[in-house]
């Protein structure tokens, strides 16, 4: 029977070992390649063997996603290395821990094995390996928000590997490189670096290396406002991944892909692939995979004006972030409270998620987090009755994405600048604001700002006594409000409307307006739902 056993493991390790690339023969023999793991491990003259299964598998699992199974093995194979004294054996085993580690978002754990790794390579003369630790170290820096320190370590990395003529792995570094940049809102110098990566895989006819720069490519073109360039992208990636079987790589190509529908207003097909992404990422047991979709999941929900349900992923999404000590998800998910909470009208709580984050952001150097919880700070101060602590925070977060070019939220910045200098009084310094960011969100096609551009203006143009073009403003409005879906954005441009047609005389059509709102607001538990219905009780007694 050992013999017959001892065959039987040889067989699947030599075909693992000669068809590295053949996932399909992978998925369907692994219960018999589980059969061949146990047996080998059950023998006390077998350390070489396990360290060779190891060393012909754990590619699959990592293609495949299968991060806890690495867990399992990567040990064993640690244990016969040094049983063994095969010191790049052990650096193998240490290397693919780390990667699991990573995988699982445990970074810290990630890199104190990549420590261990860069100082055993070093002790071999392994530059390749050498390299290789540098890259790992880099990513997990980057990860926990020490992106510039990551970047003299890829440098360091790039450098070994274009002296050793190793293009493929100078791709990855090249990417990796990028990636540090992408952090710290570098976005233009992120997108040289994925080009080059690119056209290195393009050379190499590396599908894997391929998809990776195309899905780089994406996100950094999303965050200059360049949407439907990054949607290409994304499209181009996603098939790529899914050839190759890297499922981690498709979850997170359908979740950017979600992302750019919600941000076109498209909210169904948002949730589609945010939900597909999440169940890819806990099939694989990425963690970190978990946290970004619970919370994009929050954000469309948000947009759809289902608060509860928001703050259910959101909470979700903050405690994964926690749990695995993932900072800028971490933020996201405040925000996402803050946010929610916010729309509520409970802004004394919408205010302590905010400054939650903002002091998060500034820890890690995260800017665009930074101006996003700024201008949200901005908002809700003026909602909140105090406009003139509003105007500081907008113009610190203009600055900034001015700076860094980032088109989308400079809008976001100008519109609720504009609000604020609507609520101080000063109406034609906020149509100005309205203008600009209307402009710039009509060139993004951004239909749900463009439709709160309108709504601001519709306010401007009716406080100017111009009731044809603030009529005209807040249909527009309306219209796109329905279109999308969004029904927060619905209930504000119906009230707005109703207080022009009290303005004009026009009560019964006023009232017919605000109840929108009142709805919306009972149905979302608004704090303010009874404010709003005394207020349309006003209107409504002067029907004659």
């Not at 916010?342 to 820890?363: M, V, W």
């Not at 329905?482 to 009560?507: K, S, T, V």
Request: net charge negative; proline share 1%; charged share 25%.
């Amino acid at each position: 029977m050992s013999n017959a056993q001892a065959r039987h493991a040889q067989f699947y390790l030599t075909y693992a070992q000669t068809h590295r690339d053949d996932w399909h023969w992978f998925d369907a023999e692994w219960s018999q390649i589980q059969r061949a793991w146990n047996w080998i491990n059950a023998r006390d003259d077998c350390a070489a063997r396990v360290l060779e299964s190891a060393r012909a598998f754990i590619p699959f699992f990592e293609q495949r996603g299968m991060n806890q199974t690495t867990l399992e093995w990567a040990p064993r194979s640690l244990q016969a290395a040094r049983t063994l004294g095969d010191k790049p054996g052990e650096l193998f085993s240490l290397s693919r821990l780390g990667e699991a580690h990573h995988r699982l978002g445990d970074f810290r754990r990630a890199l104190e094995l990549n420590e261990e790794c860069l100082r055993l390579a070093r002790e071999l003369g392994d530059r390749a390996s050498e390299a290789i630790a540098l890259g790992d170290q880099a990513r997990a820096y980057t990860l926990l928000g020490q992106a510039r320190a990551a970047i003299p370590l890829h440098q360091q990395q790039v450098e070994i590997l274009r002296q050793l003529g190793d293009r493929a792995r100078e791709g990855n570094a090249l990417t990796a490189l990028g990636a540090a940049h992408f952090e710290l809102a570098e976005f233009r110098r992120a997108i040289e670096l994925y080009q080059q990566a690119l056209a290195i895989a393009h050379a190499l006819n590396d599908q894997r290396g391929q998809a990776h720069a195309l899905n780089n490519l994406a996100n950094a073109h999303a965050n200059l406002g360049e949407l439907e360039t990054a949607m290409d992208f994304w499209q181009r990636a996603l098939p790529l991944f899914r050839d190759t079987g890297n499922r981690d790589g498709e979850a997170t190509a359908l979740g950017n892909l979600g992302i750019a529908y919600r941000k076109q207003s498209q909210l169904d097909a948002a949730v589609d692939f945010q939900q597909q992404a999440l169940a890819i990422h806990r099939e694989t047991g990425n963690l970190r995979g978990q946290v970004l979709a619970l919370n994009n999941l929050g954000n469309v929900y948000l947009d759809r004006g289902n608060l509860q349900t928001a703050i259910e992923f959101f909470q979700q999404g903050l405690s994964g972030a926690r749990a695995i000590r993932e900072r800028a998800s971490e933020g996201r998910a405040l925000n996402g409270l803050g946010q929610v909470y916010l729309a509520l009208g409970q802004f004394a709580q919408a205010i302590e998620y905010f400054e939650q984050r903002l002091a998060l952001c500034r820890a890690i150097g995260e800017r665009i987090g930074e101006s996003t919880t700024l201008l949200n700070l901005g908002e809700t101060h003026t909602e909140n009755g105090e406009p003139h602590k509003a105007i500081p925070l907008c113009e610190q977060a203009l600055a900034i994405l001015r700076d860094i070019g980032e088109r989308g939220g400079e809008a976001a910045a100008l519109s609720i600048l504009g609000g604020a200098r609507f609520a101080l009084g000063e109406t034609l310094s906020a149509r100005e604001c309205y203008q600009q960011s209307l402009a710039i969100n009509r060139a993004l096609q951004n239909r749900r700002r463009e439709g709160g551009d309108l709504n601001g203006l519709g306010n401007v143009y009716r406080v100017l006594g111009d009731r044809e073009n603030a009529e005209e403003s807040y249909q527009a409005a309306l219209v796109i409000a329905r279109a999308i879906g969004d029904r927060q954005l619905e209930a504000q441009a119906a009230w707005d409307l109703g207080l022009l047609y009290e303005a004009m005389g026009q009560p019964e059509r006023a009232v017919e307006r605000m109840q929108i709102k009142v709805d919306y607001a009972r149905t979302t538990n608004d704090a303010r739902a009874d404010d709003l219905a005394r207020q349309q009780d006003a209107v409504r007694g002067k029907i004659t």
